[in-house]
């Protein structure tokens, strides 16, 4: 079933507001993919965004969806293709790093909400001019991190942002606390040396933690 942009965003946004943190996971064993997810959703984050950056990402997002109480997102989608693919494996949205007219057109008429990618004010307004009103902001760091996002919160008021990218424990209250963040991606909840390890009562903590930040 189709969506419009303004209802992949009303979606969108009922995600993000399930915790202040959406773990953004590169996993490439998916013997670990439900462990893994497991361990994050008993720590609070239940959102969970599976970037197709490995050869084992789909097959990861068909395990994570069959854990209870988890939102089982698609990073990194870049193509129409990429889109069809993530359906398919069972992903509830989508997240893109930037966005092109051809990639949000499949991901409408798929019916898969979405958070495209801006790093510019001219970017956003673009989106909110086809009637997305929330955006990821990506890479936030190296593209002004938390002053750039406060300093465009006046001029563009009716968008919200998930600034994703050098995110850490160390600045993610300094994005949070913003009235124009509603929730940051993260990818410090699950280091791979802890999923290597299999340390899943580690991760559980380290979700635990983010869980309790608090957006603005």
């Known amino acids: 079933m189709?969506?419009?942009?303004?209802?992949?965003?009303?979606?969108a946004r009922e995600i993000c507001k399930l915790a202040p943190i959406v773990p953004v996971l590169v996993v490439h064993d998916p013997a670990h993919a439900k462990?893994?997810?497991?361990?994050?959703?008993r720590g609070g984050l239940p959102a969970l965004e599976v970037t197709l950056r490995t050869p084992a990402a789909l097959e990861v997002i068909k395990e994570m969806s069959t854990v209870e109480g988890g939102v089982v997102g698609a990073g990194t989608l870049v193509t129409p293709a990429d889109v069809t693919a993530a359906i398919e494996a069972g992903?509830?949205?989508g997240v893109s790093p930037g966005s092109t007219p051809e990639l949000l057109d499949a991901a409408e008429a798929a019916g898969l909400p979405?958070?495209?990618?801006?790093?510019?004010s001219s970017e956003a307004m673009a989106l909110m001019a086809r009637g997305y009103s929330l955006l990821k902001f990506f890479p936030a760091e190296a593209a002004g991190g938390a002053p750039y996002l406060k300093s465009i919160g006046g001029p563009l008021q009716t968008v919200e942002f998930c600034p994703?990218?050098?995110v850490s424990?160390?600045?993610?209250?300094d994005y949070l606390k913003l009235p124009n963040v509603i929730c940051a991606g993260g990818s410090w909840v699950a280091p791979a040396d802890m999923v290597k390890a299999g340390d899943w009562d580690g991760i559980e903590a380290l979700a635990r933690e983010a869980s309790k930040l608090n957006a603005g």
Do not use: H, R
């Open 114 to 120: 979405m958070l495209p990618g801006v790093a510019t």
């Open 169 to 173: 424990p160390q600045n993610a209250n």
């Open 2 to 11: 189709a969506i419009t942009p303004q209802e992949a965003s009303k979606k």
């Open 164 to 166: 994703t990218g050098g």
């Open 91 to 93: 992903a509830k949205f």
């Open 35 to 41: 462990p893994l997810a497991q361990a994050l959703v």
